[in-house]
């Protein structure tokens, strides 16, 4: 077994991971769509008025505010849900680290 080999794929895989860049969560592009998101995971965590630690891990006041319940109240998300998106500057992608 090459075991180098292994851990260079591991760390390959790590790497991506790292580096996909995802905005928003997908709780958080359900509700600019203005549905609620159908994962059954974060079903799950609303019904509990929490953020899905699956998908919400890096929950945004809008990740927040979907777990209360509510909408977010900020004037930029209030304003990007107007024009069914979600806020990117609360909800900002993944910087890429180099
Ligand atoms: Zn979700
Ligand atoms: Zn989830
Ligand atoms: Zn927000
Ligand atoms: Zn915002």
Redesign the pocket.
Known sequence: MNSVKKLTLLACALFVAASMAYAE???VK?KAAGKD?D?KC?VEARKNKKT?DK?QADASCCDKAIAAGKACDHKCCVEATKNKKACEKCNPAKKEKK
């Open positions: 969560s997908c709780c359900a998101c994962h974060c899905c998908c």
